[in-house]
């Protein structure tokens, strides 16, 4: 991703779906990024998203992103507005050091990391 993101710095929209990516390392020299879709894919770390500050919309479902803190990162992203998660383990249920236990709803989760998110996985994020 890195050597995209040096010859391609003003790249606003990238699509990465079904590409066998399995980690996001450079995606910071793509600084301009306004939209990324990386969708099935085994992404399991997001914390090199946390510096792409113009990001507006992010798709990441079908990766394998099985803690939800990894959110946390997402959360970094102020202009962050549309996530898609759906298709990832944090969907399913908590983290190992998680006490929610069956009262786990991801999209409550997800909204308390990510307060600013106007949609989670395509529906209004207010919606739980």
């Known amino acids: 991703i890195r050597d995209l993101g040096t010859t391609l710095s003003h790249l606003h929209v990238l699509w990465m779906a079904r590409c066998g990516l399995s980690d996001l390392d450079g ?13 099935y894919n085994n992404i399991s770390d ?3 998203l946390s510096l792409l500050e113009h990001l507006e919309v992010l798709d990441l479902e079908g990766n394998n ?17 549309s996530l898609t998660v759906e298709g ?13 236990g069956l009262d786990y709803n991801y999209r409550v989760e997800v909204k308390k990391l990510i307060p600013h998110l106007e949609y989670l996985d395509e529906i209004p994020a207010s919606q739980t």
């Open 27 to 39: 995606i910071s020299s793509c600084g301009s990024l306004k939209e990324l879709y990386i969708a």
């Open 46 to 48: 997001l914390s090199q």
């Open 65 to 81: 992103i099985e803690d939800i803190n990894q959110m946390l990162y997402l959360g970094l992203c102020y202009k962050l507005s």
């Open 88 to 100: 990832n383990l944090i969907c399913l249920k908590p983290n190992a050091e998680s006490e929610e």
